[in-house]
T-cell receptor, first 116, second 113 residues
Framework: GNSVTQMEGPVTLSEEAFLTINCTYT??????LFWYVQYPGEGLQLLLK?????DKGSNKGFEATYRKETTSFHLEKGSVQVSDSAVYFC???????????????FGQGTILTVHP | DVKVTQSSRYLVKRTGEKVFLECVQD?????MFWYRQDPGLGLRLIYF???????EKGDIPEGYSVSREKKERFSLILESASTNQTSMYLC????????????FGQGTRLTVV
């Protein structure tokens, strides 16, 4: 079956530091990959996505590249802000063998705290 | 602004009670989902629906059922609440197109005592 593994958290950084959150996956077929973010007290919202190998998703200064050879989709940001403090989830959707119906398989989530 | 609305932010229920969690979306999406969020486990799919009156089990359906009588509304039912169902429950919806973005509600924090 499908699975997503994220780096262990929590992650604590100072403002303007470089961020990497690792994500690797196991899936049949050719999945689409997503990063969702959950700010305190809110539901999840899409941060970025990539639908095929070598695609780069980007949004709000965050980037992630779909690496099929290493089955990875690591999240990066060059300079984090206090407002980036949130929980980040890597996820995949795969339609191997039929329709996915939009089902998502999530990683365990990584808590990011950014200090001024 | 697109919206997925869950009827309660916080609920406290007693063991053995029947519990209803309601979710409404205003985007005319075909797909709707119920996930459970627990620390260290991420989100796990309980049930999903791809059309009115259609439902499919997710990864952890035991102890839950669902109802979708109208396209915009998807209800999660705990037939007899137990303490191990204390969790955050998140509803989501997405359009029929494959690999589309899912939109999430704010979540319901359920405590079973």
């Amino acid at each position: 079956g499908n699975s997503v593994t994220q780096m262990e958290g929590p992650v604590t950084l100072s403002e303007e530091a470089f961020l990497t959150i690792n994500c690797t996956y196991t899936a049949t077929g050719y999945p689409s990959l997503f990063w969702y973010v959950q700010y305190p007290g809110e539901g999840l919202q899409l941060l970025l996505k990539a639908t095929k190998a070598d695609d780069k998703g980007s949004n709000k200064g965050f980037e992630a590249t779909y690496r099929k050879e290493t089955t990875s989709f690591h999240l990066e940001k060059g300079s984090v802000q206090v407002s980036d403090s949130a929980v980040y989830f890597c996820a995949l959707s795969s339609n191997a063998g039929g329709t996915s119906y939009g089902k998502l398989t999530f990683g365990q989530g990584t808590i990011l705290t950014v200090h001024p | 602004d697109v919206k997925v609305t869950q009827s309660s932010r916080y609920l406290v229920k007693r063991t053995g009670e029947k519990v209803f969690l309601e979710c409404v979306q205003d985007m005319d999406h075909e797909n709707m989902f119920w996930y459970r969020q627990d620390p260290g486990l991420g989100l796990r799919l309980i049930y999903f629906s791809y059309d009115v009156k259609m439902k499919e089990k997710g990864d952890i359906p035991e102890g839950y059922s669902v109802s979708r009588e109208k396209k915009e509304r998807f209800s999660l039912i705990l037939e007899s609440a137990s303490t191990n169902q204390t969790s955050m429950y998140l509803c989501a919806s997405s359009p029929i197109q494959e690999m589309s973005e899912a939109f999430f509600g704010q979540g319901t924090r359920l405590t079973v005592v």
